[in-house]
């Protein structure tokens, strides 16, 4: 009974390694192309500093994610939570800044596809991790640093200068996307 049992722990763990590997392999080319295809939406947008030099803010990106040392799960999970948290922001009041509608459209839309597609691994990670992950520091500090922008743009009510302000910051923070996706998707 006990061999029973272990022979299919390997079987699924097997399964789900391969499974994994295998979608990784076909997203890999796919997600660096989203990542870019969202950069280049958000870089379309008016983005004229001009006046707007006294509002630059230092929101004090998390140190631990600048650095990236980190395993394939947590990478996953900060690719996630980053294009979630953009995903949000960009959902906010912008009619102040005339930016075209239609680019942040599809901006939501390279994102939600980036995220469904993230979406099976990150569900594996939360089944094994279901208790540590509400205490994980990276996580957090991630939250907060988005919440220090939501803030921000709250007590500026939502000026144009502050969301150009806040675009160049998410614009310089695409690097950790880039370079998270590129480690999570290569073989
Ligand atoms: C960008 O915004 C500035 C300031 O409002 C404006 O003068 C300029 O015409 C805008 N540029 C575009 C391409 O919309
Ligand atoms: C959106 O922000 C502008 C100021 O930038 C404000 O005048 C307007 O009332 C806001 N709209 C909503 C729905 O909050
Ligand atoms: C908004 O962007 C779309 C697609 O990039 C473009 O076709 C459209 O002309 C733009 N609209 C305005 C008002 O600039
Ligand atoms: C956050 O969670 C990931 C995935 O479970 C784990 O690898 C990492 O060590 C955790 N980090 C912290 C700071 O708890
Ligand atoms: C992220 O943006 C902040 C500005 O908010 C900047 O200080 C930081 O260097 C950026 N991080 C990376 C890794 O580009």
């Given amino acids: 009974m ?4 272990i022979v299919q722990v390997a079987l699924l763990l097997c399964f789900s390694t391969t499974a994994l590997s295998m979608s990784y392999n076909v997203l890999q080319v796919q997600q ?8 280049t939406l958000i870089w379309q947008l008016n983005g004229t500093l001009h006046n707007c030099l006294q509002d630059r803010m230092d929101f004090k990106f998390p140190k631990e994610v600048k650095l990236q040392k980190f395993q394939k799960e947590e990478a996953i999970l900060v690719i ?11 959902g906010r009041n912008f009619s102040s800044t005339g930016w075209n509608e239609t680019i942040i459209e599809k901006l939501s839309e390279e994102l939600s596809w980036q995220m469904d597609h993230l979406e099976p691994a990150l569900e594996k990670i939360m089944e094994e991790e279901k208790v540590t ?9 991630l939250k907060k640093y988005y919440l220090r922008i939501v803030q921000y743009l709250k007590a500026k009510l ?19 996307l880039y370079k998270l996706t590129h480690f999570v998707f290569k073989n």
Avoid at 2 to 5: H, R, S
Avoid at 158 to 176: E, M, Q, T
Wanted: aromatic share 12%; proline share 0%; net charge positive.
């Fill in 2 to 5: 006990a061999n029973a049992g």
């Fill in 32 to 39: 660096r192309g989203s990542v870019s295809a969202s950069w």
């Fill in 80 to 90: 996630h939570e980053m294009l979630q948290q953009i995903f949000d922001l960009f």
């Fill in 133 to 141: 992950l509400k205490e994980n520091t990276t996580l957090l500090h």
């Fill in 158 to 176: 939502y000026s144009r200068c502050a969301w150009i302000v806040v675009r160049g910051h998410i614009l310089k923070n695409f690097s950790v």
